[in-house]
């Protein structure tokens, strides 16, 4: 199999955590979603990249994840392990003190299954259209009451981030994270929404009604929301599409089998030009995205701090997006029928490629965001 575009440490890298994950593949079939995780955190998957041994440590978790993709796990799981390391953990890890830190141990461990909340039902990339208040009470403690909607992870998780409203008005600082026990009275988290993309994590709600939050659980200072959901977004933007480079590989190899050994009209169907040039625009998608992705993993290793890259984050993220619904596209038409055809083992997930233009951050927006920092008088 060619590395496209992945050099000889990373690929060795990629393959060790494949073999390694393959290794517990009979745990992970037809498991729930809190044995899968804590599975893959036995493997050390969830750890933190900068309280790993590696000396690249963002390139190393870019590896890990994608090697955990091409062991076959389902790309929902890919998806919530990257989103949990790269869109919480990190940006949790820059801003809490130790103590509060080592309190959110059990997340490393996979006792812990944390989420980000954001969105809400009247939409998410609006973040100051929230509607979810906290009120600060006389000692110091905070009392939340609102609703969180389409929450990846929502109905598993033990802890949410949640962005909550601390003052009126769509100021920079009207906002402030929280990291907040979801065991706590008041909090009801609803059913699983059936939901078509990644669908091994499941997504869902969050009511908080008039829901106790203990001071020492505001994350950073009051009023710097904002703040922190520019880094947890630049993260994402950089970083989340690395869960779709497993899945991708085996996509495009199980493609090249077909068209290798599928015959038709008298001849291998991959001796048609056209099919092999499909093949090679899907090969040029997934190398384009590995790059992408291990060219940001490579600067923020060397000290690139993400807010920093945010433009660059967002390219990465729409690049990649696009990438992948175009080779969901190409191996969707070389399948014929049985893209559509569970049994088949050629079907296409054509739902999980789509939803990428949308979370972290709608491509559209993210486009409008370029521009204003090329210098274009453009608002949001
Ligand atoms: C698989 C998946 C997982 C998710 N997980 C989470 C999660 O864990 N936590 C969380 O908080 N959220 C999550 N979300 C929600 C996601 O963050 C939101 O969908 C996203 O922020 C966009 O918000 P919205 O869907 O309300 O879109 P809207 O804000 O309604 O925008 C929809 C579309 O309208 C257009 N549009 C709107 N306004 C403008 C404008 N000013 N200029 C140009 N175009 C515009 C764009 O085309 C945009 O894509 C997830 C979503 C998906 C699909």
Excluded at 74 to 99: H, K, M, N, W
Excluded at 210 to 215: H, R, S, T, Y
Aim: net charge negative; charged share 20%.
């Amino acid at each position: 199999m060619s590395a496209l575009g992945l050099d000889g440490d990373w690929a060795e890298r990629v393959q060790a955590t494949q073999r390694r994950v393959e290794g517990v593949t009979d745990a992970l079939q037809g498991a729930d979603f809190r044995t899968q995780w804590k599975t893959l955190a036995d493997l050390g998957l969830l750890a933190t990249p900068m309280d790993t041994a590696a000396s690249d440590p963002m390139a190393a978790t870019v590896a890990d994840i994608e090697g955990l993709g091409r062991a076959g796990v389902a790309p929902g799981i890919c998806y919530a392990v990257t989103s949990q390391i790269f869109g919480i953990q990190l940006p949790l890890r820059a801003v809490l003190d130790e103590a509060a830190w080592k309190r959110l141990g059990g997340a490393l461990t996979g006792d812990v299954v944390l989420c980000h909340a954001l969105t809400e039902d009247g939409g998410g990339s609006d973040p100051l259209s929230m509607t979810t208040r906290a009120v600060r009470e006389a000692g110091g403690d905070y009392r939340i009451t609102g609703r969180k909607a389409f929450i990846t992870a929502a109905p598993v998780a033990d802890r949410a981030l949640i962005f909550a409203r601390t003052d009126e008005g769509r100021h920079p600082f009207a906002l402030t994270p929280f990291l907040v026990d979801l065991h706590a009275e008041g909090v009801t988290r609803s059913a699983p929404f059936a939901k078509l993309p990644l669908p091994d994590v499941p997504m869902g709600a969050i009511d908080f009604d008039d829901v106790l939050v203990p001071g020492d659980q505001r994350v950073g200072e009051e009023g710097s929301g904002l703040a922190l959901l520019a880094t947890t977004t630049a993260w994402e933007r950089a970083l989340l599409l690395a869960y779709a480079l497993g899945p991708m590989q085996r996509v495009l190899d199980r493609t090249i089998d077909w068209a290798r050994g599928r015959v038709h009209f008298g001849r291998p169907m991959g001796a048609s030009h056209l099919v092999a040039a499909r093949i090679s625009d899907m090969a040029l998608a997934l190398f384009r995205s590995r790059q992408l992705l291990y060219g940001m993993a490579r600067r923020l290793d060397a000290g690139e701090r993400p807010r920093r890259l945010a433009t660059d984050a967002a390219l990465t993220k729409i690049s990649i997006s696009q990438d992948y619904a175009e080779f969901t596209r190409h191996a969707t038409a070389l399948g014929g029928v049985r893209s559509f055809v569970e049994e088949t083992g050629l079907t296409a997930d054509l739902f999980g490629p789509m939803a990428s233009a949308t979370y972290a951050g709608p491509n559209d927006l993210l486009r409008i965001g370029v521009a204003r920092d090329l210098g274009l008088p453009v608002l949001n």
